[in-house]
Each structure stands twice: as structure tokens, then as C-alpha cells.
């Protein structure tokens, strides 16, 4: 039996709006992109409506279960969408929009991951550039869990890490030559830490 709702241990973070400093890179946090309340809701929604799965994946030719699971929406009517795929709901719908206005920019697609407890995590990596070239604009929203997320210069060994806790309801803007020059992680963590949802708007494009 719960005495108190999951979403009362979620911070917020502090506010504000931050653009980093940083070569090679247009990465803009901003905290309370969305308010508690709305946080909470969305998280709620999310966590229990959406149709997770998990999937598979390559690392050093061995084919293994990702940790964590995802699910993917899209445009039916962007070239090559899966017409067979989930439809938008009014909660992926009214938060597009809301980041869209933000960003003044048209996003077709979004990826939603499930980090379900501190065992799940992403490694470093950059996004893969076939269906979204090679610097993408990509607009990320966390609802949950405070997790941190890591980025580190690919060639210049010399720029520290970057990291940045990313709190329910935040937003997270990456573009220019982000992609080209970045990698970026979320690690796992020992610590006993509650779901976290983000979701990774973007444009797909696919090549004929």
C-alpha cells in the first residue's frame, strides 16, 4: 500500500534558462520547462498509458536486450512512417506543441525511453545520422527520476566532462554541430532511484 505519490519525490530543479559555453555545440537547459503539476500528469499518463517494449541491439557483434525500454511515434504521413505504428496521443500532441513553440521548430517524430530503475542507462554514443543527418536538432524532455547526463568533446580530451542533472520537467535543446563533436550518456547508478521518462523529439528524413 502507497502512502504518498511517487511523483512527491521528484525535484524540480532550481528554474532558469542556461546556455552553455561550450566549442562546438548549441545545448540550452531549461528547468521548469513544464510545472509540477504538469510534470506529474505527464509522467503519470506516460508511465502507465504508453505501449513500452524492449529491443535489441548490437554492442561488439553480440546482439543484446537494451537496458531500457522505448517506444517510438511518428507523422503517419512523413515518407516511410510505419502506418501500422501508435498514434499520437493528446499528451505527446500537447507536449510537441509546446516544445515546438519553444524552439520554433517542426519535429515529426519522438523517441520515449524508460529508464525504469538505476540498472537502466544509455552509453556513450552519438545519433545515428541516416535518418536524421548529421547534426540534428534534437529537443529532450525528462519526467521522473533526476538522472544524470553526461556529454564529453569527441576529439579535444582536453574539455572536461560535462554534466548536468536533468530534473522533472526539464528541457534540454541540442543542435548545431552537437552531433558531430559530442557524444553523450546516461550512466547507470547503484542508488535506489525511481523511473524516469524522457522523450527525444526530432526530424526524420529518410533517404530513397
Known amino acids: 500500500m502507497k502512502l504518498f505519490n511517487d511523483t512527491e519525490l521528484f525535484a524540480t530543479g532550481l528554474g532558469g534558462k542556461k546556455t552553455f559555453d561550450l566549442p562546438d555545440t548549441e545545448l540550452i537547459l531549461i528547468d521548469n520547462f513544464f510545472s509540477k503539476e504538469e510534470s506529474d500528469h505527464y509522467y503519470e499518463m506516460l508511465l502507465h498509458k504508453t505501449k513500452w517494449r524492449e529491443y535489441e541491439m548490437e554492442i561488439f557483434d553480440k546482439t543484446v536486450t537494451a537496458p531500457r525500454m522505448i517506444a517510438w511515434y511518428e507523422d503517419k504521413d512523413n515518407p516511410g512512417a510505419d502506418q501500422n505504428g501508435p498514434d499520437w496521443t493528446y499528451e505527446l500532441l500537447t507536449i510537441r506543441s509546446r516544445v515546438e513553440k519553444e524552439t520554433q521548430v517542426d519535429f515529426n517524430s519522438v ?3 524508460l529508464y525504469r530503475n538505476g540498472k537502466d542507462g544509455v552509453a556513450w554514443h552519438s545519433d545515428k545520422e541516416h535518418n536524421t543527418g548529421p547534426n540534428p536538432i534534437i529537443a529532450s524532455v525528462t519526467f521522473g527520476e533526476t538522472r544524470m547526463f553526461r556529454l564529453r568533446h569527441k576529439f579535444r580530451k ?6 548536468i542533472p536533468l530534473h522533472h520537467g526539464s528541457f534540454l535543446l541540442m543542435a548545431g554541430t552537437t552531433n558531430s563533436f559530442w557524444q553523450h550518456q546516461v550512466p547507470k547508478t547503484a542508488r535506489n ?7 527525444t523529439f526530432r526530424n526524420v528524413d529518410r533517404k530513397e
Open 111 to 113: 523517441l520515449l525511453n
Open 158 to 163: 582536453e574539455i572536461p566532462q560535462v554534466e
Open 193 to 199: 532511484v525511481l523511473p524516469r521518462i524522457n522523450l
